[in-house]
């Protein structure tokens, strides 16, 4: 895989590399790895979570949307979080609900990441947005690369079983409304596998060396 730096235009102040994929893929397990590497990391996915919690006006709008259930309540009955697995359940069943989400939560992640990359030092390189739903939120549409991680489906049930506890079907149901790994990859300049027989890190430190222009071969 043949990439330079060169011929790519930089969207923002410091190079920004999306990391996404499926359920069970290993796109976390990839995240701490750049950062073991000193590459700085975004989490979107924590960041909604902290979003949810801080912004009483978002998280009033999806309690209104899709209900009280979703509503996680102190003692004293007030709504200060949201039950994000709840939250899930009624998000991917009813028609337009994750697009609801996205157009809610995507534009202050947004400006929780710019926040963010604004406080990084100069000397910074590049640094990692790692999103579940990069493309499904538009925020790849940012990113100056992308990289995604995928593995065999199989592979990546055993994985989510063994770690969440969920039955297969719902695991399958998961993964079946999230985008493919084809339609990922397709979009994406980088694709690191990460099935059982695959080494994870020695790609990534090649893939560093790539994004730090220390290498054109990946």
């Known amino acids: 895989f043949l990439y330079s730096m060169d011929s790519t235009v930089n969207k923002n102040e410091i190079f920004t590399v999306g990391l996404t994929g499926g359920i069970g893929s290993g796109k976390s397990t990839a995240a701490k790895v750049f950062k073991a590497l000193g590459v700085p990391v975004f989490c979107a996915d924590k960041a909604g ?4 919690v801080e912004n009483s006006k978002i998280r009033n709008s999806v309690i209104e949307k899709f209900g009280v259930e ?53 000397t910074v390189s590049y640094v990692i947005l790692e999103a579940a739903i990069l493309f499904e939120s538009g925020a790849s549409k940012g990113c100056d690369a992308v990289i995604t991680v995928s593995a065999e489906e ?56 790539v994004i730090k222009g220390k290498s054109i071969n990946f």
């Open 49 to 52: 979570h902290t979003i949810y």
């Open 154 to 209: 199989a592979q990546r049930i055993a994985r989510v079983k063994h770690r969440d506890g969920y039955d297969i079907a719902v695991i399958e149901g998961k993964i079946k409304a999230q985008t493919t790994d084809l339609e990922r990859e397709s979009h994406s300049d980088f694709i690191l596998r990460n099935n059982d027989s695959d080494k994870l890190l020695p790609q990534i430190e090649k893939l560093n060396l």
């Open 70 to 122: 979703v509503a996680m309540c102190d003692s004293d009955g007030k709504a200060v979080d949201i039950d994000r697995q709840a939250l899930g359940k009624l998000a991917f069943s009813e028609e337009g609900g994750i697009e609801f989400l996205n157009d809610l939560v995507h534009p202050a992640v947004e400006n929780s990441f710019q926040t963010w990359v604004k406080n990084l030092p100069s």
